[in-house]
């Protein structure tokens, strides 16, 4: 008798919070309208290394491949250095740089080689001679493809994929982006919104930066398109706010600092060219953060 009471008044409770769940009304979530705008194309020159990236500082631009960063003058077009890794040296895949000071700071991986290893590579502008570096090692969050300043620290990117370099249980879409500080100690990150993600398939980022207006930037392996992505209020996950068409076929670029316009040096792989834009203002929808808007730490 009391084990069928007992029955009885599970049933009861059960039924009871399944009406109350039915009772319960959510608002429905409203996806964010993403803004399209177009890049301006303000300069292209050839460069015979323009392979997997390209960055700028006032008085040159920097075509980068695998193993080699040719230096040219920002007016002319004209090489004035090269530094060139011995081929299969300890430089396998620089794949982004840019330019802070009299340095350049660039990203290097082992792509294709798995397991994934890592390491920042820095170089003396002035000698375009390697100055020094820094092993990341073999790192679960993938391959680094870029990094920036952010704050008192640092933010980079990691990719994953579906085809040769990647992981059989790991896809493009475990592409991370990590927060870290000075000393590179991880202090958070994000996920890719699915709707960047997808345009990118089966690679992940190859570019990215941290913009005048405190947005994260992005660019995909092949589509000529930029991707501006927002913080969220809540969740783990960014938020694509914007997409600017931009005449490069993805790969990395990087944010002319010296310049006091919006002008971002990128690369077109097919054609083995260098060509620098300018772009447009991105508004920020309410109840969004720019990047640098956020506290470095939790408390």
Same mark, same amino acid.
């Given at each position: 008798?009391?084990?069928?009471?007992?029955?009885?008044?599970?049933?009861?409770?059960? !039924?009871?919070? @399944?009406?109350? =769940?039915?009772?319960?009304?959510?608002? #429905?979530?409203?996806? %964010?309208?993403?803004?399209?705008? +177009?890049?301006?194309?303000?300069?292209?020159?050839?460069?015979?290394?323009?392979?997997?990236?390209?960055?700028?500082?006032?008085?040159?631009?920097?075509?980068?491949?695998?193993?080699?960063?040719?230096?040219?003058?920002?007016?002319?077009?004209?090489?004035?250095?090269?530094?060139?890794?011995?081929?299969?040296?300890?430089?396998?895949?620089?794949?982004?740089?840019?330019?802070?000071?009299?340095?350049?700071?660039?990203?290097?991986?082992?792509?294709?080689?798995?397991?994934?290893?890592?390491?920042?590579?820095?170089?003396?502008?002035?000698?375009?001679?390697?100055?020094?570096?820094?092993?990341?090692?073999?790192?679960?969050?993938?391959?680094?493809?870029?990094?920036?300043? !952010?704050?008192? @620290?640092?933010? =980079?990117?990691?990719?994953?994929?579906? #085809?040769?370099?990647? %992981?059989?249980?790991?896809?493009? +879409?475990?592409?991370?982006?990590?927060?870290?500080?000075?000393?590179?100690?991880?202090?958070?990150?994000?996920?890719?919104?699915?709707?960047?993600?997808?345009?990118?398939?089966?690679?992940?980022?190859?570019?990215?930066?941290?913009?005048?207006?405190?947005?994260?930037?992005?660019?995909?392996?092949?589509?000529?398109?930029?991707?501006?992505?927002?913080?969220?209020?809540?969740?783990?996950?960014?938020?694509?706010?914007?997409?600017?068409?931009?005449?490069?076929?993805?790969?990395?670029?990087?944010?002319?600092?010296?310049?006091?316009?919006?002008?971002?040096?990128?690369?077109?792989?097919?054609?083995?060219?260098?060509?620098?834009?300018?772009?447009?203002?991105?508004?920020?929808?309410?109840?969004?953060?720019?990047?640098?808007?956020?506290?470095?730490?939790?408390?």
């Amino acid at each position: 008798m009391r084990k069928l009471i007992t029955l009885q008044a599970l049933i009861l409770t059960l !039924l009871t919070h @399944g009406a109350m =769940a039915q009772r319960l009304e959510l608002p #429905e979530f409203e996806p %964010l309208a993403i803004q399209h705008e +177009s890049a301006t194309e303000i300069a292209r020159f050839p460069a015979r290394e323009a392979g997997q990236a390209a960055a700028a500082d006032a008085g040159h631009f920097y075509a980068i491949v695998n193993t080699a960063i040719g230096q040219y003058d920002k007016q002319s077009g004209e090489l004035i250095k090269r530094w060139a890794s011995p081929r299969q040296g300890p430089i396998r895949h620089l794949n982004s740089c840019y330019a802070e000071g009299t340095e350049l700071y660039c990203a290097n991986s082992n792509f294709p080689e798995v397991p994934m290893a890592s390491s920042l590579e820095v170089f003396d502008t002035e000698t375009m001679e390697h100055s020094r570096s820094y092993s990341l090692g073999i790192l679960d969050d993938g391959s680094l493809t870029w990094y920036d300043r !952010l704050g008192d @620290g640092w933010i =980079a990117g990691y990719a994953h994929y579906d #085809e040769d370099g990647g %992981l059989s249980f790991k896809d493009h +879409s475990f592409a991370t982006i990590s927060r870290y500080d000075n000393d590179w100690r991880r202090l958070g990150g994000w996920m890719i919104p699915e709707t960047v993600i997808a345009r990118m398939q089966p690679h992940a980022a190859s570019g990215g930066a941290i913009g005048p207006d405190g947005l994260l930037y992005l660019t995909g392996h092949d589509r000529p398109e930029m991707y501006v992505l927002a913080a969220p209020k809540m969740g783990p996950k960014l938020v694509h706010i914007a997409t600017i068409d931009i005449d490069i076929e993805g790969q990395a670029f990087a944010w002319d600092k010296s310049s006091d316009e919006r002008v971002v040096w990128g690369i077109s792989r097919p054609n083995r060219e260098v060509r620098a834009f300018r772009l447009p203002s991105i508004n920020l929808p309410e109840g969004y953060s720019r990047l640098t808007e956020l506290p470095q730490s939790f408390r």
